[in-house]
């Protein structure tokens, strides 16, 4: 059965290292986990060098715990010219795998580069 989140581009756990004065995960840390793996769908698409031009819709449902196995789900959700747009959905699985927590989801807009860094048409 397909997941209608699309495929599982990452999984990480977070460190110790990455927690906020709450014992939170910093929000920065998954938007980097996030584009990390934009970048990967969004490159396969363009069959090379891809930016973020824009990140919509951003929501901050559940706060990441230390401990969270982070899985981040990527698919494209529209195309243009020369970009494309990927869902991007994080889930944490905790309690030793025992519950699955929807974290946060965002629509990502990368632009495809040619060898001088500007815009190219997608194949």
Partial sequence: MTDPRGDVVLRVAPRPADINSNGHIFGGWVLSQMDIAGGIVAGRIAQGAVATVAIEGMKFITPILLGDVVSVYAQAERRGRT?????????????????????????????????????????
């Fill in 83 to 123: 970009s494309v747009a990927i869902r991007i959905d994080v889930v944490a699985t905790r309690g030793g795998g025992e519950e699955q927590v929807d974290l946060t989801s965002g629509l990502f807009t990368f632009v495809a580069l040619d060898e001088h860094h500007r815009p190219r048409p997608l194949p």
